[in-house]
């Protein structure tokens, strides 16, 4: 889910209260991540699962640091 301010279009993935243009009304918008790029390490620290993914992906344009499982 995306957050779009109303006021001036910017996207957003996090909510939030305003923004940076000062509007305070956002509308959602749905899409699917499409994966940019992605790293996946062998060896985490103590108290991590044994493997952990990181992807940098893309939803309607906006840039999104997800930990896959």
């Known amino acids: ?9 910017r996207k957003y993935f996090e909510p939030r209260g305003v923004c940076k ?6 509308h959602q918008e ?4 499409s994966k940019v790029e992605c790293v996946k ?8 699962p044994e493997q952990i993914e990181y992807c940098l992906s893309s939803i ?3 840039k999104v640091f997800e930990v896959m499982k």
């Open 1 to 9: 889910m995306i957050l779009v301010c109303n006021k001036c279009g």
């Open 21 to 26: 243009c000062g509007g305070d009304e956002f």
């Open 30 to 33: 749905d899409g699917e991540p």
């Open 41 to 48: 390490l062998f060896v985490t620290p103590s108290g991590f």
């Open 60 to 62: 309607n344009g906006v």
